[in-house]
């Protein structure tokens, strides 16, 4: 069972219990909130080759969800997407090592809204302050989660399958 | 393709920022996710660990195809690799070295119990592409290492005997590399445990103290004959937990060894173990130490084993080599003062002065050889020569254990501060110096037993 709310998921996992003996005991075990998640993306390329990228910030609507990134670092991504390869992208929150990841037959690129540059802004925020609390320093952070608007391209997405990517014996349990 | 220069970007591999790795199946479906350690071997080959068998694990051996993302730590300059999956190592070098790290790495992360490395995955790199140059970093004033390494080489080649350039080694670690706290540690042929026989930066010296093969990253380097390096420090590594642990294990009865404390930091971030090498074989380790996390790099590791190579070459030029004669007292024995107790407990050849713990093994041997002579025929000077053909010492088939164990014998002897010194006399010559006479006590094996 999952519920989106905003971008906040509530969730109950295959192997609850025995997952959770893997996690630390401050974490809320039922929720993950995308917007402190770092973003890794994937797709493939024409002659069969997996192809890296990277996230900025996103914005959950129903069933869509909208993925800001930074075209520099993206482009061979964006580029195989365009052409309608499959996406997969997971979210990981540092602090806790929670991670979640959605998979999509295919991506929709588009121009962001004045919400998608809000939420991108909101996660680098967000981000950033769970890279700290993980002791990362305050200026590799800022550097890590710095991006220029006029970079940020959305990748949407309608994700068919969801899994948990915590590490440990129940990564890669569908969640439904 | 430009060829790959894994070199220019090694510090990505550090461990510090957690890689994404990307995989597919052969059907098009991708597959992303972080990954906590991508290894360099060498300028075309990065590993790599292979924790969970997973989707990702899956795809690797379905298309044998990955994408990584790496992350400069210092410049957060990110570079996209592209990898073809050529095998998994389980065990050996490699796959040790990458166990040590992701050990640190999952120490740091709080994830002890979750991160086990079950392989190391070797991938050829197809093509290396720096996607996000954010802006130019300031670049910390770092450590020239060549020129360390170079000014190290010419004082090791001015040593005259094995202890001198154990001591050259370590002041200039600490003097050109900024490497506050040190040990080289020598091979025992018989146990394989490793020795200490210099230290420097420690509140006690721990000469003599012993680390058994696989313990941590001394005994790990020691064992697979590669270097091992932690940037930050878990108990899967502590000496001062494993130790804790081996006393508790052995509770000391009476007549048993105390042994020798280790002198390691109790609470290090950093530290890098270097085997030495001679004639392909591991003939001791070079280790540091430091509080600050990740100190030592892959360039401290590389002029580190350049280091270790050439004590592996000067101990063979320096064998038998006695230095330059020092300044003699009178010989021993001499009358007038307390005799000096010393004890031996022949089960294994430990020693003890009046009543404390010297030094047990093949160096306690020779000792109480010395002592032994000196008392019944009055003989204050000796040979290397006939220490090593004297089957009552069972010395190792190599002849540069005989001059390990004379500096740790010396050392341990100094340290004991009673003033019985054993001091080159000259090429392969030794004489026993003592302020006062020796009381000598024989405990054979069953009188130990009974007493205990």
Not at chain 1, 74 to 88: I, M
Not at chain 2, 112 to 129: E, P, T, W
Not at chain 2, 186 to 213: C, K, M, N, Q, W
Request: glycine fraction near 8%.
């Amino acid at each position: 069972m999952m519920i989106v709310e905003n971008t906040v998921l509530r969730m109950r996992e295959p192997n609850a219990d025995r997952a959770d003996s893997y996690r630390p005991s401050s974490e809320n075990k039922k929720t993950l909130d995308l917007a402190a998640c770092g973003i890794a993306l994937a797709t493939v390329s024409f002659d069969g080759r997996p192809i890296v990228g990277k996230g900025a910030g996103c914005v959950v609507e129903g069933a869509t969800i909208r993925i800001t990134a930074r075209r520099p670092i993206n482009e061979k991504f964006l580029e195989a997407v365009l052409r309608g390869a499959q996406v997969a992208a997971t979210f990981s929150q540092p602090t806790t090592h929670r991670s979640i990841q959605f998979k999509a037959r295919s991506g929709q690129l588009d121009d962001p809204t004045a919400e998608d540059y809000a939420a991108a802004e909101r996660q680098r925020d967000m981000f950033s302050a769970e890279l700290i609390a993980s002791a990362y320093a305050p200026e590799f952070t800022e550097r890590y989660t710095t991006f220029a608007p006029h970079e940020l391209v959305v990748v949407e997405i309608r994700p068919d399958d969801t899994f948990d990517q915590t590490p440990g014996p129940a990564a890669g349990a569908r969640l439904r | 393709m430009t060829a790959p220069d894994l070199e220019s970007i090694r510090c990505c591999f550090e461990g510090m920022v957690p890689a994404v790795l990307a995989t597919c199946d052969s059907l098009g479906q991708p597959n992303v996710s972080m990954i906590s350690q991508v290894h360099y071997i060498d300028h075309y080959h990065v590993a790599l660990s292979y924790q969970f068998f997973n989707k990702t694990r899956r795809n690797l051996l379905e298309t044998g195809f990955a994408s990584v993302l790496v992350t400069d730590p210092t410049s957060v300059a990110q570079y996209r690799l592209e990898l073809d999956y050529l095998e998994t190592q389980e065990s050996g070098p490699l796959f040790e070295t990458m166990k040590a790290k992701l050990a640190g790495i999952a120490s740091h992360a709080g994830m002890q119990n979750v991160f086990r490395l079950r392989g190391a995955d070797v991938f050829r790199v197809r093509s290396i592409a720096n996607v996000a140059g954010v802006m130019p970093a300031v670049m910390p004033a770092g450590r020239n290492l060549l020129s360390a390494v170079r000014r190290l080489l010419a004082d090791m080649s001015l040593a005259t005997d094995l202890g001198e350039l154990f001591d050259v080694t370590l002041a200039g670690l600490r003097r050109y590399f900024e490497i506050d706290q040190a040990m080289i540690l020598l091979a025992d042929d018989a146990s394989s445990d490793l020795f200490t026989v210099a230290s420097v930066g420690y509140v006690r010296s721990g000469i003599g103290s012993e680390i058994a093969p696989g313990e941590g990253v001394i005994g790990v380097a020691a064992r697979e004959g590669v270097p091992i390096r932690i940037g930050n420090m878990t108990s899967d590594y502590s000496y001062g937990l494993m130790l804790r642990a081996r006393a508790q294990e052995n509770r000391l009865g009476e007549f048993d060894i105390p042994e020798i404390p280790y002198p390691g930091l109790d609470a290090p971030e950093s530290q890098i173990a270097v085997p030495i090498f001679k004639d392909r074989r591991t003939l001791g380790v070079v280790f540091a130490e430091s509080m600050e996390p990740l100190r030592f790099r892959y360039d401290d590791e590389d002029a580190l084993v350049l280091i270790a190579d050439r004590l592996g070459e000067d101990i063979r030029r320096l064998r038998d080599r006695g230095g330059n004669p020092g300044k003699s007292d009178p010989p021993a024995a001499e009358g007038g003062r307390r005799p000096i107790s010393i004890r031996h407990f022949a089960q294994d050849d430990s020693v003890f002065l009046d009543n404390d713990y010297l030094i047990k093994g093949v160096a306690g041997a020779i000792f109480w050889k010395l002592v032994r002579e000196c008392v019944r025929d009055g003989r204050t000077d000796f040979t290397n020569r006939e220490l090593r053909l004297d089957p009552a010492l069972r010395l190792p088939t190599h002849a540069e254990n005989l001059e390990a164990r004379l500096v740790l014998l010396q050392r341990r002897l100094a340290e004991r501060g009673l003033g019985i010194r054993l001091e080159r006399v000259g090429r392969g010559q030794l004489r026993l110096v003592s302020p006062a006479p020796f009381e000598l006590v024989e405990i054979a094996p069953a009188m130990a037993k009974a007493s205990a």
